[in-house]
């Protein structure tokens, strides 16, 4: 396996408050790297080491044939974060924010290079529209356009798709996916679960502390948790049911479907079996609970 990024024992502080413990972690070139935990778990910071944004305070690390802490410069020229540099300007078009993020980067041979973009983005016939026009799904085309202006081996996305609607979410991850095919290094944090789902490595961080590391089905299988999505009338009123069992981490109505994360012990199966026939049970393996806070599910 070839490593784009290699960190050992990587710590980082803000003030006296340490947001990152210890980290080691190891990402494949050509792969979507996830990272899930909850807010403030240090997903971003941990991201921003990697991209060269931060700087760590100990431990050791390199990104592709750069060292984290004293070539930081160096990281940033072959990086690109999608949701922190990229501000496209409402009244220009998407040509226009193209061709002045391009210059602003100093992208060589700017015009075919945007050309080129916009026609594996799909984004051709797009390139006389306002931003204004467009919607947030076709916005955030744009961003990662921008965003691969300079040809960069490691793309950050940090929760690139908050608030856009699932169909849209789900062609851009495809996108990210052919980008990733093609040797590109992606790491990107999300509360999705389905998104997680789709990366080919996830890290799953708690309080700065990186708990797991591994594909999703190792990494649910690490939380030892089972989620059974719940179909049928009174969800709320078995929502609270669910709650009250300790076994049960989170009880979450998505949808018209109440899903149910514990534990996998015998009170919580012989619970679930006790439900009435109008219930229809279905056990998923894909919602990393513990990693999606209900209001993000919800939204
Ligand atoms: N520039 C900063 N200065 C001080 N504290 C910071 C800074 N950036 C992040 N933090 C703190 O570091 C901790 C980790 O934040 P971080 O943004 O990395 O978490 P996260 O897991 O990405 O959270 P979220 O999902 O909310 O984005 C948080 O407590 C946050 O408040």
């Given at each position: 396996m070839e490593y784009s990024i290699a960190l050992r024992g990587v710590s980082k502080f803000f003030g006296n408050r340490?947001?990152?413990?210890?980290i080691s972690l190891d990402v494949s070139v050509g792969k979507i790297t996830g990272f899930v935990g909850p807010?403030?778990?240090g997903k971003t910071t941990l991201m921003r080491v990697i991209s060269g944004l931060e700087r760590p305070d100990s431990g050791a690390g390199r990104c592709y044939s750069f060292d984290v802490f004293r070539e930081a410069e160096q990281i940033r020229q072959i990086s690109s974060d999608m949701s922190q540099n990229i501000s496209l300007s409402d009244n220009l078009t998407v040509k226009e924010n193209l061709l002045f993020l391009a210059k602003a980067r100093n992208v060589p041979y700017a015009q075919r290079r945007i050309d080129c973009l916009t026609d594996t983005l799909d984004l051709t016939h797009l390139?006389?529209?306002?931003?204004?026009?467009?919607?947030k799904a076709l916005k955030l085309r744009v961003s990662l356009a921008a965003s691969l202006l300079h040809s960069p081996a490691i793309l950050m996305l940090d929760e690139?798709?908050?608030?856009?609607?699932t169909g849209a979410r789900r062609e851009f991850w495809e996108r990210l996916e052919r980008l990733a095919a093609g040797k590109m290094t992606i790491l990107v944090s999300t509360h999705y679960s389905d998104e997680a789902e789709r990366c080919h490595h996830l890290v799953r961080m708690n309080n700065g502390r990186l708990l797991t590391s591994g594909s999703a089905q190792e990494v649910v299988h690490s939380l030892g948790l089972a989620t059974f999505a719940i179909r049928g009338p009174d969800l709320l009123k078995l929502k609270y049911q669910f709650s009250?069992?300790?076994?049960?981490e989170q009880t979450v109505i998505f949808r018209h479907t109440l899903y149910v994360t514990g534990r996998c012990c015998d009170s919580l199966l012989s619970n679930i079996r006790m439900l009435p026939l109008r219930y229809k049970v279905e056990q998923v393996s894909s919602v990393l609970a513990a990693s999606v806070t209900a209001g993000q599910m919800s939204s």
């Open positions: 340490q947001v990152l413990k210890d807010d403030g778990s390139s006389d529209e306002c931003v204004l026009h467009l919607t690139p798709t908050a608030g856009i609607a009250d069992l300790l076994e049960v």
